[in-house]
């Protein structure tokens, strides 16, 4: 069972930048790929970013590739979202996600667990 809290989300002008924080509760934090997804009203929930257990493996989304970085500590059973650049089509609830695999996935159905989400508005 893992439990997962973001912080971080607010609102922030076009080309600002913000940071999301992920605190997962569990003893087995470091087995499972974490992941970042986002919705915007009146769309479906899109994957953002995903990072493996050892945080050796990454992967993004097209459309924030570049700008975002995922990066995870295990000792501390974090997981961050470092988004750079923003822009006004980046503005969704964003969501961390924990999914049983050795390997990134970006399916929203391989994850298991999810967090409440974090809203973040960027203004022009």
């Known amino acids: 069972q893992v439990q997962l809290v973001e912080s971080g989300g607010g609102l922030v002008q076009a080309g600002g930048s913000l940071r999301l924080s992920c605190a997962a509760s569990g003893r087995t934090f470091n087995s499972y790929t974490m992941g970042w997804f986002r919705q915007a009203p009146g769309k479906e929930r899109e994957f953002v970013a995903a990072?493996?257990?050892?945080?050796?493996?990454?992967t993004y989304a097209d459309s924030v590739k570049g700008r975002f970085t995922i990066s995870r500590d295990n000792a501390k059973s974090t997981v961050s979202l470092q988004m750079n650049s923003l822009k006004l089509e980046d503005t969704a609830i964003y969501y961390c996600a924990a999914a049983n695999a050795v390997a990134v996935v970006t399916a929203r159905n391989q994850y298991r667990y999810w967090g409440q989400g974090t809203q973040v508005t960027v203004s022009s």
């Open positions: 990072i493996n257990w050892s945080g050796g493996s990454r």
